[in-house]
């Protein structure tokens, strides 16, 4: 609650009553006076603890390495906010060191984990030259742990999210090395264990794929490549993959020398969290939408993450290539990354020669499951069936729903569950139909426990990513959720590999389009019908895509009226939709309106960058 001055206080009686030998009061009063703005205050207390604390208890051992752990912790946090970040560092790295004593003979094996994930952090962030020797100690503690029989299977799936940074400083160690190869089959090895249960029913488990077999996506396409990005707990490597070249692009992850004009990865994305949080919890009421701080400075925080990330000197790599192929990992699954190779967002920042046409970009979870989408998804005939579920919540979402569902309902023979507002209804629908499933409606990631990630129906149901993964819909060359995703549910940290709903519709299914944020119905809703109308010309869905975000940001009053006029206005009429002469009418305002006729209402990328492709383009 922030009320550390009476925590402190609690926190003083608690020692007094068990003449100061409770030494979570120890532990926590530390974290009061440090999130109270005291850091030294919050050094002194534990050394106090560690000074005060019995040998003659029990726990002795475990106590001093959990507070000694306590101090390396804050002593890097405050490094990691001061220009002073040596000095704070190298006292981290002593504190964990100090920890790690305590707890290695006999071995407390979760705590010191805990405290070498720690450690090889700092130590990677100081270049220190003991990181792989410690490294190499803590995976064969956590390897041995997780063989030993004892050990039950679900503590073991717990251990191994739990160290996740372990395995990414693995592969941080690998980059550094030169063995670049290596490195990324560890980076893909570990994101497969992570999708594994997506597929655990699946009768032909598959082996996660080497450079060679990930290399062999770009064998029929040589204007293709892949960004393939890994997140650690200290940097962030970039795997470029070409017809012609694989290089690495690595980047610190925390910024040794704070600058607010140029921020970390790590403050950016928690600003952009935060921000977004912030966001949804404002009223519905649409001018404070547009004028909300997330939303105004979206353009300029995306040139920022272009930067950051590095996208120019990324380009300079892309010559010829048309197709990109992005596998992001963590917190970066929840980023607009799409837009960040296209322009306006960093016009600015490269050069007309390094500015690569990118005409579709398309996302994965993994490369495995592109591959296993090759296996099992022959050429795609024309779609020639829509199942369509609607769901809007509240009367100002159903205008646009209705009107989207119309529209698209007039490109194929379109089929509706007879009650689509319940769950079973759904399923059976679902299990009945086949080539198109176009769902407009909410949804929810559950950045915990990704199996609980749902859609929202009616009546209060969800339909969570366990569901759809047992309903094995091969039968599906495209999933389009028209749905606003809350995909920040917290401001926390993904420590270990995201796994969206989109996710679960693969490999069986081709496509998926989805958002990232909650969008605005209108422009979804004309960049939804536009993309339809792409794909039946015989665009295929990444391309259409594409096309049609394109179409939407460049959009003035002007073509908007005369769009509805031509194209929209005639399927609403096809399709018997009421109250037709309002959009005749706002074809003729915005037509006649010279003063606005080329102002381009959805420039702005909070209308078209959240609306992403998943699936082997």
């Known amino acids: 609650m922030g009320c550390y001055s009476k925590a402190l206080a609690a926190f003083d009686t608690a020692l007094e009553i068990t003449g100061d030998q409770f030494w979570e009061a120890w532990g926590n009063r530390g974290w009061a006076f440090f999130n109270s703005g005291r850091y030294i205050e919050a050094i002194q207390n534990w050394d106090e603890g560690l000074q005060k604390y019995q040998p003659s208890n029990r726990d002795y051992r475990l106590v001093c390495g959990k507070l000694h752990q306590q101090k390396g912790k804050v002593h890097y946090i405050n490094g990691k906010q001061t220009a002073r970040y040596f000095e704070s560092f190298h006292k981290a790295k002593a504190s964990y060191e100090q920890a790690r004593e305590f707890l290695k003979s006999p071995l407390i094996p979760e705590t010191y984990l805990e405290v070498m994930q720690g450690l090889i952090t700092v130590c990677r962030s100081l270049g220190d030259p003991k990181t792989s020797e410690y490294l190499a100690e803590a995976t064969t503690v956590l390897e ?96 470029i993959i070409t017809p012609d070249k694989f290089e690495t692009i690595s980047t610190p992850v925390t910024d040794l020398s704070p600058n607010p004009n140029s921020p ?26 547009e004028s909300h701080p997330w939303r105004q400075s979206m353009t300029a925080q995306l040139q920022k993450l272009a930067d950051i990330l590095k996208i120019p000197e990324i380009c300079t790599h892309l010559t010829n290539i048309q197709h990109l192929i992005l596998i992001p990992h963590r917190d970066l699954h ?10 306006p967002i960093f016009t600015n920042a490269v050069t007309d020669t390094q500015q690569p046409k990118i005409r579709r970009i398309t996302r994965l979870p993994s490369a495995q499951i592109a591959i296993l989408q090759q296996q099992q998804n022959p050429t795609p005939t024309t779609p020639n069936s829509l199942l369509m579920v609607e769901h809007s919540q509240g009367k100002s979402a159903l205008k646009f729903t209705q009107i989207e569902a119309a529209a698209i309902s007039q490109f194929y023979p379109t089929q509706r569950p007879s009650n689509a507002s319940t ?4 399923i059976q629908a679902l299990k009945a139909n086949k080539d198109i499933f176009h769902y407009t409606g909410h949804a929810y990631h559950n950045t915990e426990k990704s199996e ?76 939804t019908i536009y993309f339809y109308q792409l794909w039946k010309q015989g665009i295929q869905p990444p391309e259409a895509l594409q096309q049609a975000k394109d179409w939407l940001r460049e959009l003035t009053n002007g073509k908007l009226g005369e769009w509805y006029a031509t194209e929209l206005v005639p399927l609403l009429r096809k399709a018997n939709f009421k109250n037709i002469y309002h959009f005749e009418r706002e074809a003729s305002r915005l037509q006649k309106n010279s003063a606005k006729i080329e102002e381009k209402p959805y420039e702005h990328p909070y209308h078209w960058a959240a609306f992403t492709i998943t699936g082997n383009g």
């Open 264 to 289: 970390s990865l790590e403050n950016w994305l928690k600003d952009w969290k935060t921000n977004y949080q912030n966001y949804c919890q404002t009223t519905n009421k649409e001018q404070s939408k």
């Open 334 to 343: 929840l980023l607009p990354l799409d837009a960040l190779f296209l322009p």
């Open 423 to 426: 769950k079973t209804a759904i």
């Open 452 to 527: 609980n990630s749902a859609l929202i129906l009616g009546e209060g149901e969800e339909l969570t990513l366990t569901e759809i993964l047992q309903l094995k819909l091969a039968n599906y060359y495209l999933i389009c959720l028209s749905a606003c995703e809350t995909g920040f549910t917290n401001k926390g940290e993904l420590i270990d590999e995201f796994v969206g709903i989109a996710s679960g519709f693969l490999p069986e299914t081709n496509y998926i389009i989805s958002t990232l944020w909650r969008v605005d119905e209108r422009s979804s809703a004309l960049l």
């Open 144 to 239: 041995n742990l997780l063989l030993d029989n004892e050990t039950h299977p679900e503590i073991k799936q717990r251990l191994q999210r739990k160290f996740a940074g372990l395995y990414q400083l693995e592969v941080d160690t690998l980059v550094k090395s030169g063995k670049k190869i290596n490195a990324l089959e560890k980076a893909e090895a570990r994101k497969n264990f992570c999708l594994q249960w997506m597929r655990a029913s699946s009768p032909n488990p598959t082996d996660s794929p080497t450079y060679l077999q990930i290399r062999y996506l770009l064998a029929n396409n040589t204007a293709t490549a892949i960004i393939y990005w890994h997140l650690s707990p200290v940097s962030l490597t970039a795997f």
